[in-house]
């Protein structure tokens, strides 16, 4: 068995651990926050949540994300139809 058959397995066992430790950190800054005037808030987390997943996603599966991707034209053709 090579390296590269542990792969996949390796970034799925990453990628569950980073999102366990993330949802841990979350919690803590929540329950920790000093600023009891202003608590924190699930919305608080959205631009870290996207760029968590795109690390997860794009970054973490490179390799499958591009060979996965399907040919297209450079441009496409987004003129409207005349009126009749």
């Given at each position: ?70 040919t ?13």
């Open positions: 068995m090579n390296a590269h058959s542990n792969e996949p397995q390796a970034r799925e066992r990453f990628a569950d651990e980073l999102t366990r430790r993330y949802r841990e950190l979350r919690r803590w800054a929540v329950e920790n926050w000093p600023n009891t005037e202003q608590p924190l808030a699930p919305s608080d987390f959205i631009a870290s949540d996207r760029e968590l997943l795109l690390l997860l996603g794009a970054r973490l599966h490179a390799g499958k994300a591009q060979q996965a991707a399907p297209t034209a450079q441009y496409q053709d987004v003129t409207p139809m005349p009126w009749p």
